[in-house]
């Protein structure tokens, strides 16, 4: 393993447990072994610099099996388009050596921007979008691109609760359950009709 791979790994799961304002660069530098103190500033040149690595080191992974597994979803089924996007992820919290979920838990709350990650990730993500907004007549334009939005941030959160579980020794559902279960609830997100209320508020701010 190169010396940027282990600090990439490192900085990950440091970051994960500790936030990302409160892990010193140094200490990064420690935990991965680097004799020199300031590792990270040569090879990333800060924390910024860092950050990105951190997201980018998975994202290409991530994108190649959402893209395969998209292929192969049907285009009338909402339930395989959502699973063949989300399962990569979501597959990510059985893996004891990887903190990603947490750590884009992390991005998430500081607001990071994404706009620097490859342009085949925001493809990808945008074509996702549009995928499932098709699939969503029922719900008004406006809607669907929150609902999609809060669909995955659940995805998400609830992907890095199970990591959590596993890495203190909890009991957790089994996998299938667990996947299972899950896309219910982003279908049941997705899909349900909306509120008389919320349409009241949707006319009022269009």
Same mark, same amino acid.
């Given at each position: 393993m190169s010396a940027k791979q282990q600090l990439v790994l490192t900085a990950e799961r440091?970051?994960? +447990?500790?936030?990302?304002?409160?892990?010193?660069l140094r200490q990064i530098g420690t935990a991965a072994g680097m004799a020199n103190k300031s590792a990270v500033q040569y %090879?990333?040149?800060?924390?910024?610099?860092?950050?990105?690595?951190?997201?980018?080191?998975?994202?290409?992974?991530?994108?190649?099996?959402?893209?395969?597994?998209?292929?192969?979803?049907?285009?009338?089924?909402?339930?395989?388009?959502?699973?063949? %996007? +989300?399962?990569p992820l979501i597959e990510l919290a059985e893996d004891e050596n990887c903190f990603y979920l947490e750590f884009l838990e992390q991005l998430v709350r500081v607001v990071h921007p994404l706009g620097d990650l490859p342009q085949s990730h925001q493809d990808?993500?945008?074509?996702?979008?549009?995928?499932?907004?098709?699939?969503?007549?029922?719900?008004?334009?406006?809607?669907r691109a929150i609902r999609i939005h809060q669909a995955s941030a659940f995805c998400l959160h609830a992907s890095a609760g199970r990591h959590r579980q596993l890495m203190l020794g909890s009991p957790v559902a089994p996998y299938a359950v667990h996947v299972s279960q899950l896309l219910d609830t982003l279908l049941a997100t997705l899909e349900s009709l909306p509120s008389p209320e919320t349409l009241s508020a949707l006319s009022q701010h269009p």
């Open positions: 440091l970051y994960a +447990q500790n936030g990302l304002e409160g892990v010193p %090879h990333f040149g800060g924390r910024d610099g860092l950050i990105r690595a951190i997201l980018a080191y998975r994202v290409e992974d991530l994108t190649r099996r959402r893209v395969l597994l998209g292929a192969r979803a049907s285009d009338s089924d909402l339930r395989s388009v959502v699973e063949a %996007h +989300q399962l990808a993500e945008r074509a996702y979008y549009d995928r499932v907004g098709l699939l969503l007549p029922d719900i008004p334009h406006p809607l």
